[in-house]
């Protein structure tokens, strides 16, 4: 498309004039008949309007919004893509609140109604040509009242898409740090199986060392696989379903005899990744078998606080050094080295249960600690 200068108000505004009735085309034409104007064209339809304004450059178009093939309002935002400097000046024979809207947001300068008196129109053009814009008075509260509905609907949308924004954002970065972690967290128990298999092979290494490696080097490695199936619950807590947290729970306690389950009748539903959240628990009643005197209880209790599910993994130990309670969230902090340890394990499953948690939007943290033992709280996202 050609280029040109704004409008000069010392000269005469050009004007296209759009609209599907021919017996209204030649109203308008002898309307803007004056020193001020100068119509430079008319088109009957969408397509022929941007067609003559490549050709004759207007200043203001006065576009009918109700035509076939192509409307006003595809036609406007047409031309406004070719020229954004164009003023449109909507016509149209009712006050359509959401007509107006729709030439509004497609870059009409301004909206009269065809039955407007002949100075309303006339004010419309010059208004339009001069970047501003007029609205009949007759359809003003209505556009005002759609215009701010609409203003406050995109704000709650906009609000919406940064909220879901944020949530990726942060979903992305704990799956980043659980990669992350992974790849350094992986090293240790391989360097010391590595070293183990090499120790196995040494020449000098009698029978009953062979015997006693290969069965450190097995349980090392099932450790390993343990570890591996964690992390890929852990990578998945972000996929969520609807499930019965209750159930969930009872899953977890049928695998161990000394365990039982404190829920209510009814199930209690969340929005979770059931394999992440039985995983949750089982690293939460693992942790309190581990530490609890043998044949001693474990209850997991199943509530509710507000709209949110909480379950309490609470075991009979002699409770947690405070040292290791600022820690022990933190991966392979288990308070003992990893070749000398009476409790077997990597040292991650309550890190990877916080991740867990996490991932789905809750947490796991250390409610209680003393000599009659601790409980671990999973507090469950609400379901709104």
Known sequence: MAQRSAPVLASRVRVLV???????????????????????????SGRDAIDMVRATLPD?????????????????????????????VALTGNDD???????????????????????????AVHAAARGG??????????????????LERERRRIRQLEVAQ??????????????????????????????????????????????????????????????????????????????DVVDVAKSVARDHEQVIVDAPV???????????????????VENAIAFSPPNSGVTIRVSLRGSSPEVRVSDRGLGIDPELA????????QGEGLNTRTHQGAGLGLALARMSARAMDGDVTLERTGPEGSTFLWALASPG
């Open 266 to 284: 009814a199930p209690l539903m969340a929005s979770l990744n059931r394999q992440a959240a039985r995983r949750i628990v089982e690293e939460l």
């Open 133 to 150: 814009g007029v609205i009949s008075p007759e359809v003003t509260p209505s556009v005002i009242e759609e215009l701010t509905e609409a």
């Open 166 to 243: 944020e949530a990726l954002l942060e979903r992305a970065a704990r799956r980043h740090e659980l990669v992350s972690r992974l790849g350094h967290e992986l090293r240790t128990p391989v360097t010391v199986i590595l070293g183990m298999a090499q120790t196995l092979g040494h020449p000098n290494a009698t029978e009953a060392e062979r015997i006693e490696m290969r069965e450190r080097l097995i349980i090392r490695a099932q450790d390993l696989a343990r570890l591996v199936e964690r992390f890929e619950a852990a990578m998945e807590a972000g996929m969520t379903e609807w499930a």
């Open 97 to 123: 609140h959401r007509a107006v809207r729709d030439m509004l947001v497609a870059g009409a300068s301004g909206y009269v109604l065809k039955d407007s008196d002949g100075d309303e129109i006339l004010h």
């Open 60 to 88: 203001v178009v006065l576009m009918d919004v109700r035509m076939p093939d192509m409307d006003g309002v595809e036609t406007t935002r047409r031309l406004k893509a070719l020229d954004p400097r164009i003023g449109v």
């Open 18 to 44: 759009v609209d599907d009735n021919a017996g209204f085309r030649d109203s308008l034409l002898a309307l803007l008949d004056t020193d001020e104007l100068l119509v430079v064209g008319q088109a009957a």
């Open 326 to 333: 600022e820690r022990m969230f933190a991966p392979m902090e």
